[in-house]
């Protein structure tokens, strides 16, 4: 069955310090791929995409992703989080039917 | 540009109750979307429209019904609410053709008791 896997439920990371969360999908040809992120109370916000092309993806807020068709993986990172980055992160997988599925989310806590 | 709106943002509802979500975008986008987000499940698609005139359904559609009023509204109605359907709702609108992310609203959040 077709699908989004992300890993983690919750992190929680300490200012300053670098973050990965990790997504998986099983799909049968390379997906459009998307991270999300949802602040409090807040909609969805776009991070960064891949269509094709650079594996390396760089996005908004310091984010940047891997696309890495081996694993079927598309990784988030940050070198360096700050407070502000405490929200609940989203990936999601278009298999180029322009419909989203997306992962349960990763639930990001910094402490000072 | 307001993106894409969503009324209202909070509502209560009793079981057996109706009631109509209301999205607008004004990107002249031709796909139109509604999510609904329950907790440690993401979000899963209700329905869909690619294009004016035109829905299909999503994962789960079941209790819903939408209407593309035109190119700019896409509504979603509740017949008769369930406690199942408590959630946040989220709509989003895309551009045509590939190479395009999908744009979403604040949200309306929904109890039915």
């Known amino acids: 069955a077709q699908s989004v896997t992300q890993p983690d439920i919750h992190i929680t990371v300490s200012e300053g310090a670098s973050l990965e969360l990790r997504c998986n999908y099983s799909y049968g040809a390379t997906p459009y791929l998307f991270w999300y992120v949802q602040s409090p109370g807040q909609g969805l916000q776009l991070l960064l995409k891949?269509?094709?092309?650079?594996?390396l993806v760089q996005g908004i807020k310091g984010f940047e992703a891997e696309f890495k068709r081996s694993q079927s993986s598309f990784n988030l990172r940050k070198p360096s989080v700050h407070w502000s980055d405490a929200a609940e992160y989203f990936c999601a997988v278009d298999p180029n039917d322009y419909k989203l599925s997306f992962g349960a989310g990763t639930t990001v806590t910094v402490r000072a | 540009n307001a993106g894409v709106t969503q009324t209202p943002k909070f509502q209560v509802l009793k079981t057996g109750q109706s009631m109509t979500l209301q999205c607008a975008q004004d990107m002249n986008h031709n796909s139109m979307y509604w999510y609904r987000q329950d907790p440690g499940m993401g979000l899963r698609l209700i329905y869909y429209?690619?294009?004016?005139?035109?829905?299909d359904k999503g994962e789960v559609p079941n209790g819903y019904n939408v209407s593309r009023l035109n190119k700019r509204e896409f509504s979603l109605r509740l017949e008769s609410a369930a406690p199942s359907q408590t959630s946040v709702y989220f709509c989003?609108?895309?551009?045509?053709?590939?190479?395009?992310?999908?744009?979403f609203g604040p949200g309306t959040r929904l109890t039915v008791l």
């Open positions: 891949y269509f094709s092309g650079d594996t």
């Open positions: 989003a609108s895309r551009p045509g053709g590939p190479y395009n992310e999908q744009f």
């Open positions: 429209s690619a294009s004016e005139g035109t829905t």
